[in-house]
């Protein structure tokens, strides 16, 4: 057994499908959680984003899944349909290349209920959804609470907080009280983690440091103006620069449409993407957005979950985030894979002191910028 995966308790068959897909090292998450979870403990893991908390928890359960019982053993619960899709993806792709029969469904609001009970017919071992849908499906029988093993809570600090937590204490409460229950995020406050340990069975907190590193390809800009003029002014940063691939963030998810209604007023390629979307126009917005047919994406940090789109240049506070995790993991969606990314931030007078907090939280300089006929300038050279 020289095979680092399988030292942590990982088979072999399991161990040979990471390695065609090209993963042979587990991160420091994988090595905590994996024989922990396999214990059959409560855990609540925190690490960072990007540091594999995925595969974290779906290994274990592919030695803990009986795949000669066809019945629903394992529920997943995500906070948007990016995310859920990104997990069901990762369990089918890690399936085909190991060999092993783990089936699953992936369950979303806002898709055919019935076409997702067809799928539940064939009762797959893995149930990867949101909150809202699992228990609707609970309630009407199509998902065997009775038989589910493992209950896994991805995004926990968005899952736990005040307008997810009644409907994910529902779906717990569904399940058999010998359940093993699990809790992963990026960022779990206190507050968070005494919440979740009131539904767990002594839980074990792993929590790995946050670096709260940015990328170093990233450049940090940020203009100021009234909070009136923001539109006015990315419209006009966007005819400057033309960027390539530009998500916009703004910090409340009712606001998205009519933001994206006023940015295609000023004839801008713009979508948006929000819980509310019908299935249909969301893939088509992310589609379009992929494929290069819109230049701006439109989002929140909750409708942002679980987006993994390559190429994006540019990212636009429209609004400056609200805490600096959030700033983090905005900016991080841009100058991936080498490549290099500006990070812009329009801001007011008011909100300067978020600016400085920023650069003394991330040891980064965030560069004073304004249009000058028509190009980005220092603020203080071009007069």
Request: hydrophobic letters at 35%; one cysteine or more; a neutral charge.
């Amino acid at each position: 057994m020289n095979n680092l995966f399988e030292q942590l308790g990982v088979n072999e068959s399991v161990a040979n499908g990471l390695k065609k897909l090209g993963i042979e090292t587990p991160t420091d998450i994988q090595t905590q959680i994996i024989p922990l979870a396999l214990t059959n403990k409560d855990i609540i893991g925190r690490s960072q984003t990007g540091s594999g908390k995925t595969l974290a928890y779906l290994l274990p359960l592919y030695e803990k899944i009986d795949i000669n019982k066809k019945e629903m053993q394992i529920i997943i619960l995500a906070p948007t349909h990016e995310l859920v899709m990104q997990v069901y993806n990762t369990i089918n792709s890690l399936s085909q290349n190991s060999g092993v029969n783990v089936t699953a469904a992936s369950i979303i609001g806002d898709a055919n209920i019935n076409r997702q009970i067809e799928k539940l017919r064939l009762k797959p071992h893995i149930v990867v959804g949101t909150p809202g849908r699992i228990l609707e499906l609970i309630k009407r029988r199509k998902i065997s609470a009775h038989t589910i093993k493992t209950i896994i809570i991805d995004e926990a600090d968005i899952l736990l907080d005040i307008n997810n937590i009644d409907g994910v204490k529902a779906v717990i409460k569904t399940t058999q009280r010998d359940r093993q229950l699990q809790l992963f995020s990026a960022t779990i406050t206190d507050e968070t983690i005494a919440t979740a340990k009131v539904m767990m069975k002594e839980a074990e907190l792993i929590s790995l440091e946050d670096k709260n590193e940015i990328n170093s390809n990233i450049e940090h800009y940020y203009f100021t103006c009234e909070q009136r003029d923001k539109i006015d002014l990315l419209r006009k940063l966007v005819h400057a620069i033309n960027p390539q691939k530009a998500l916009v963030f703004i910090n409340r998810s009712e606001d998205i449409e009519i933001t994206t209604s006023k940015l295609k007023y000023h004839k801008l390629a713009v979508e948006g993407i929000h819980g509310t979307n019908i299935k249909e126009d969301r893939k088509k917005a992310l589609g379009d957005f992929r494929n290069g047919k819109i230049q701006l994406l439109v989002a929140s940090d909750l409708a942002s979950r679980g987006l993994d789109i390559e190429g994006i240049t540019h990212v636009f506070n429209l609004d400056v985030p609200e805490k600096s995790i959030n700033y983090l993991h905005r900016v991080g969606r841009c100058g991936r894979a080498g490549n290099n990314g500006i990070a812009i931030t329009l801001t007011t007078e008011r909100e300067l002191d978020h600016i400085k907090h920023y650069e003394k939280t991330f040891d980064i300089k965030i560069h004073h910028k304004d249009l000058f006929k028509g190009d980005v300038v220092d603020k203080q050279n071009y007069y």
